[in-house]
């Protein structure tokens, strides 16, 4: 089995900083896409960043110029560095990643239980 811990949330004040961890752990060949989502209270879950197995990422819109997606392959990390946060920013952050458990199976989608982040104003 694959386990994803997320770690970091807290509670901030608007324009304050947080970096948030998500460790995978198990039994663990190759990790392709991870990526970091958010859900806010009432709304659908969205995508906030990706990167790939070649460190090319993706952002949201909205996070562009704030947030910072990288990845430590040799521990199965990624983070996510968050600067300039506001309220609109507030959700649970939840980690994503595509995992191979062995060589020629194919990739899996894992999730980890996420973690609150909170920005006041």
């Known amino acids: 089995q694959v386990h994803l811990v997320e770690s970091g949330g807290d509670l901030v004040q608007a324009g304050g900083s947080l970096r948030l961890s998500c460790a995978a752990s198990?039994?663990?060949?190759?990790?392709?896409?991870m990526a970091w989502y958010r859900q806010a209270p009432g709304k659908q879950r969205e995508l906030v960043a990706s990167i790939n197995s070649y460190e090319a990422t993706t952002y949201a819109d909205s996070v562009k110029g704030r947030f910072t997606i990288s990845r430590d392959n040799a521990k199965n990390t990624v983070y996510l560095q968050m600067n300039s946060l506001k309220p609109e920013d507030t959700g649970l952050y939840s980690c994503?990643?595509?995992?191979?458990?062995?060589?020629?199976?194919?990739?899996?989608?894992?999730w980890g239980q996420g973690t609150q982040v909170t920005v006041s104003a």
């Open positions: 994503n990643m595509q995992v191979r458990r062995r060589i020629w199976s194919n990739h899996y989608d894992y």
């Open positions: 198990g039994s663990i060949n190759n990790i392709n896409i």
